[in-house]
């Protein structure tokens, strides 16, 4: 398995923009498909956005869409999440996760394997 270690996150204002990263190792990154998921207490985790290993496709939950977006650099082994326009809403923590190659899965049991987290926090 790949191991993954996101960061980039903190608190912001409604508005405001961060980018995630995740950073790979232990396996050749580039054959790994990668995907951004979060999570609310008490809630399922939930898709945000998949991308596939060489980055010519992405796919991304209709709630973000026009505000995340989703790539990677295969040559430094990270993928990212930019984050625009945030919202409230937009609280939670977010995990990346490896996968199926070209997929773009948008199910938890497409991904084996998972970073540990990081939190957003968006104040109104």
């Known amino acids: 398995q790949v191991q993954l270690v996101e960061s980039g996150g903190g608190l912001v204002q409604a508005g405001d923009s961060l980018r995630l990263s995740c950073a790979a190792s232990g396996r050749t990154f580039s054959n790994y498909g990668m995907g951004w998921f979060r999570q609310a207490p008490g809630k399922e985790r939930e898709f945000v956005a998949a991308?596939?290993?060489?980055?010519?496709?992405?796919n991304s939950v209709d709630s973000v869409k026009g505000r995340f977006t989703i790539s990677r650099d295969n040559a430094k082994n990270t993928v990212y999440l930019q984050m625009n326009s945030l919202k409230p809403g937009d609280t939670t923590v977010y995990y990346c996760?490896?996968?199926?190659?070209?997929?773009?899965?948008?199910?938890?049991?497409?991904?084996?394997?998972w970073g540990q987290g990081t939190q957003v926090t968006v104040s109104s």
């Open positions: 996760a490896a996968g199926r190659p070209d997929e773009l899965g948008t199910a938890r049991y497409e991904y084996n394997s």
């Open positions: 991308i596939s290993r060489s980055g010519g496709g992405t």
